[in-house]
């Protein structure tokens, strides 16, 4: 299965530290997606890094990626309360049953 | 665009009783996928279209379950009949793009199914 796995499955840090999530999968991919969900609310798409980058960035948010260890990581700088949520790595191939696979998700929780 | 657009947002009902959610995607998205979350099983995928056909239904736990698309801006996903174990958040999401896993994923907002 292509399917991500999240690690940690659950972090808690300070306001203001940064928060480093990593995500590893099994099989070659053409994209890794990047998603948060807040509590009682759908999944909402943060990034999503090609097979043929190792680096991206959006805000305060940097993801990485490293096809030859099938890793990814998501690293949120200076952390806000906000931030609290659940965080999901997906992955997805080519071809044209390649749904992506969701992994089953990293709590933040952010202190104030 | 107002985004992927579900209904209802709760629902309760009765074992037995039929239920049905809805989703209206996002306009120009050829993909429309139907997600289950559960704490125990996380989500699952449970079917996908594609221009409005079905394209993979091994996600759909059981014959109780079907979903339709008559049109590119609506789709629902019925269960009949409803058992507590169906209790679950139902995601609709809708996705541009040549493949399914080829673009992000917008999702509403889910209806939260409880079955008593």
């Known amino acids: 299965s292509q399917q991500g796995e999240e690690d940690p499955q659950a972090l808690s840090i300070q306001e203001g530290e940064n928060a480093t999530m990593n995500c590893s999968y099994k099989t070659s991919i053409n994209n890794l997606q990047w998603y948060r969900q807040n509590s009682g609310r759908g999944l909402v798409h943060l990034i999503l890094i090609r097979s043929n980058e190792r680096e991206k960035h959006s805000g305060r948010l940097r993801v990485t990626l490293d096809t030859s260890k099938k890793s990814s990581s998501l690293l949120i700088t200076a952390s806000r309360a906000a931030d609290t949520a659940s965080y999901f790595c997906a992955t997805g191939a080519s071809g044209a049953n390649s749904k992506l696979t969701f992994g089953k998700g990293i709590t933040l929780s952010v202190r104030p | 665009d107002a985004g992927v657009i579900q209904s209802p947002r709760h629902e309760v009902t009765e074992m037995g009783q039929e239920v049905t959610l809805r989703c209206k995607p996002i306009s120009g998205h050829d993909y429309l996928f139907w997600y289950r979350q559960t704490m125990m099983r996380g989500l699952e995928l449970l079917i996908y279209f594609n221009n409005n056909v079905p394209i993979d239904d091994s996600g759909m736990p059981e014959d109780r379950f079907s979903a339709k698309m008559p049109n590119a801006s609506f789709s629902t996903l019925k269960i009949q009949p409803s058992e507590p174990r169906d209790s679950a958040v139902y995601f609709c999401?809708?996705?541009?793009?040549?493949?399914?896993?080829?673009?992000?994923?917008?999702f509403g907002s889910g209806t939260r199914l409880t079955v008593v």
């Open positions: 999401a809708s996705s541009p793009g040549a493949f399914p896993g080829s673009y992000g994923y917008t």
